[in-house]
């Protein structure tokens, strides 16, 4: 009996270790995650678009109506803020500006003034100052009137003049925003005076000769 039993385990497992040589151990990867021979995990998350590029963007900090915020939408709006942009008109810097520009306030070295992030700011300030100057009767009569359904307001003015000068905005205010104006990608400045209305420029005071302080 007991010859018998050892006879029937024996053959049992004979039978398993003959079986175990036909059994095909397939390797599993979950989707997103494995080992690599050198044992470094690597993690990775797909997504729907997982061959397309995805791009994040990067949240500036909310300055709200303030002067800083005014700069800022500027610059975006100018060049997306690139401070060595030249467009195809020739216009340069994050808030692109022209060559005889950029001689009224002062500014010489265009190469510099590209390179020179803090030129082109006390630039961007120092024709705010002319501007308010330029339209200073204009600043006082039409704030708070509504032409072609935007409020007149100081900031929006002064927005305006950068994108067409001061002699434009005169004529589109005097006209009651008949004779209007676009610049060579067809920006009007009806636009801007509604993109950058009621922002806080109020400490930058008018004046006839602003120039840039390049020391």
């Given at each position: 009996m007991i010859k018998k039993r050892s006879y029937f385990i024996g053959l049992t497992l004979l039978v398993l270790v003959v079986s175990s040589g036909f059994i095909t151990f397939k390797e599993e990867k979950l989707e997103?995650?494995?080992?690599?021979?050198?044992?470094?995990?690597?993690?990775?998350?797909?997504?729907?678009?997982?061959?397309?590029?995805?791009?994040?963007?990067v949240k500036v900090p909310h300055v709200g109506k303030s002067f800083a915020g005014f700069a800022q939408k500027m610059a975006y709006k100018e060049s997306r803020g690139i401070l060595h942009l030249v467009n195809p008109y020739g216009y340069m810097g994050k808030y692109q500006?022209?060559?005889?520009?950029?001689?009224?306030?002062?500014?010489?070295?265009?190469?510099e003034f590209l390179r020179n992030a803090v030129w082109q700011d006390k630039a961007f300030e120092a024709l705010i100052a002319r501007n308010k100057w330029e339209l200073r009767k204009e600043i006082q009569k039409y704030s708070g009137r509504i032409i072609n359904g935007v409020e007149i307001t100081e900031s929006g003015l002064v927005a305006a003049a950068h994108l067409g000068g001061a002699g434009s905005v005169k004529?589109?205010?005097?006209?009651?925003?008949?004779?209007?104006?676009?610049?060579?990608?067809?920006?009007?400045?009806?636009?801007?005076i509604r993109k950058f209305s009621n922002y806080d420029i109020s400490h930058i005071e008018a004046d006839a000769n602003a120039k840039v302080n390049l020391e």
């Open positions: 997103g995650f494995h080992l690599s021979n050198s044992e470094v995990i690597k993690y990775h998350v797909p997504n729907e678009y997982e061959n397309e590029e995805v791009i994040i963007p500006f022209g060559r005889s520009t950029l001689r009224t306030v002062g500014v010489y070295d265009f190469q004529k589109y205010l005097r006209s009651n925003g008949r004779n209007g104006f676009k610049d060579g990608f067809g920006t009007s400045l009806s636009s801007y």
